[in-house]
């Protein structure tokens, strides 16, 4: 109740923030889809759909919501706060004790670094993959420890949550290396040498290689599918040095809430501490968050400009990372301030709650700070524009009939969000819609648009 209640002490504000631009393309792609076509696309991982899962949130919100921003966002915080509760059970299952499992849980609640998650709606794609991603890491893991490996139906339900998490974007990817990261780390008796690997995969390793088989697909899908997402020049990664230098240095200040203040020596250091501090304290919940904070990133460590959001997957491995040291920090120093003349008479166990305490405290001051002074500010201004437009066709409510051919003429957008707004405030599928700013009419197509529509000094009017 605790973690539930810091959650929405920091999040409960975003159900007042509007529409972010993107929005509104991602709901008009989905709202054209027939439901048998969102079905098929769900389970066709090789044809290349563009993230369907997220159909799942638009399609049923704009049915029973139209324009209205509220339920998307409070659709948005209910899936991260299960993304909190999945992170703490995640902790548990790795053999981490509760209270350390509850302070991961703490720092994924509200996490400055990747605020636009919170806020922005756009970032659903982010949101349902760390969902089911998480799902079906707690799934494997709750099963393996019992001593077993996953047997016939419980494979169908891991893969079935790896699709859905690979359905809603692409960072789950890397779900099948991070299981093998899992095994090495806790199930190293288990694992065979590489004579014998192939037994291991029959076995024990089945559902991580049917895993892989099903990232194969998907990742053919992804470069060669109808609707291929590496054909597209932001979605086409660039292997360099000088692309992982500042993904690095980016992801790690947005991350550590360093801005600005990382760079390649930094990096290094900071990764030879982490690598350190596993070995050192030789724990395998380290180990494996080490090797998962390394991996997760994969996806998207070589394309242009990806951050915030997008760290949403690595940062539930940096949490339980940094939950366990930190309580093997306060371990260390409970035991030497109960040495202390003055604070010995208070005991290790409650100099060891004040030092808990004390760090939930600043831990979660500097996020306020950094919420009230950059977040809300730039937050509050999110998709004023479309909200505009959206309300301004609300007062308006034009009438058009079936099958009419519309045209905007002076929209005030620079992209095609006329068009999405129009399509979805009307709900019509046989509407044909323009923009005269995008696809210029000429007078006589003009005169033959059953429905023309204008901007004068920034407000809608209906020509005709």
Not at 17 to 33: I, K, Q, S
Request: a positive charge; aromatic letters at 16%; hydrophobic letters at 55%.
């Amino acid at each position: 109740m605790l973690v539930a209640a810091y959650f929405f002490y920091f999040a409960a504000d975003t159900v007042k923030v509007l529409f972010a631009p993107d929005d509104m393309m991602n709901m008009a792609a989905y709202w054209r889809l027939t439901p048998w076509r969102i079905v098929l696309s769900l389970v066709m991982p090789w044809r290349g759909f563009y993230r369907p899962m997220a159909a799942l949130y638009y399609v049923p919100l704009h049915y029973f919501f139209g324009l209205s921003p509220a339920p998307y966002h409070i659709v948005l915080l209910l899936v991260l706060l299960a993304g909190v509760y999945l992170t703490y059970r995640l902790a548990v299952v790795l053999r981490v004790d509760r209270l350390t499992a509850g302070l991961a849980a703490l720092i994924v609640c509200f996490h400055t670094g990747i605020a636009n998650l919170y806020y922005n709606t756009a970032f659903i794609y982010d949101a349902l993959c760390g969902l089911f991603y998480l799902s079906a890491l707690v799934y494997y893991v709750h099963i393996r420890e019992s001593g077993r490996a996953l047997r016939g139906r419980e494979i169908g339900w891991f893969l079935a949550l790896s699709l859905f998490a690979l359905d809603a974007k692409e960072m789950a990817v890397t779900l099948p290396i991070v299981l093998v990261a899992y095994e090495w780390s806790y199930q190293r008796a288990a694992v065979p040498k590489w004579g014998r690997i192939g037994v291991w995969f029959r076995g024990p390793g089945r559902a991580i290689a049917l895993a892989g088989t099903l990232d194969l697909a998907y990742c053919y899908g992804k470069a060669f599918g109808r609707d291929a997402l590496m054909k597209q020049a932001a979605y086409a990664p660039v292997i360099s040095l000088a692309r992982l230098e500042t993904f690095q240095a980016r992801s790690l200040g947005e991350l550590f809430l360093a801005w600005g203040q990382f760079h390649m020596r930094g990096v290094l250091l900071l990764w030879f501490t982490v690598f350190y501090l596993a070995w050192r304290l030789n724990r395998p919940v380290l180990w494996f968050c080490w090797l998962f904070v390394a991996v997760t990133p994969l996806p998207i460590e070589f394309l242009e400009g990806r951050g915030g959001a997008c760290l949403y997957v690595p940062l539930l491995g940096w949490a339980i990372f940094a939950a366990v040291i930190f309580r093997e920090i306060v371990k260390v120093l409970s035991c030497v301030l109960a040495g202390d003349p003055v604070l010995r008479h208070l005991g290790a166990q409650s100099i060891c709650a004040i030092l808990i305490a004390t760090g939930m405290f600043l831990w979660a001051a500097e996020n306020r700070r950094l919420k009230e002074s950059y977040v809300r500010p730039s937050m509050s201004a999110l998709g004023k524009p479309t909200w505009e437009v959206i309300q301004q066709m609300d007062e308006l409510r034009p009438k058009v009939r079936p099958h009419s051919r519309i045209v905007f003429l002076n929209d005030p957008f620079e992209g095609w969000d006329m068009a999405f707004i129009a399509e979805l405030w009307f709900r019509d599928r046989s509407l044909e819609i323009r923009l005269d700013r995008k696809t210029p009419s000429t007078r006589e197509e003009l005169a033959q648009a059953d429905h023309v529509f204008t901007f004068a000094n920034g407000k809608l009017v209906q020509v005709r």
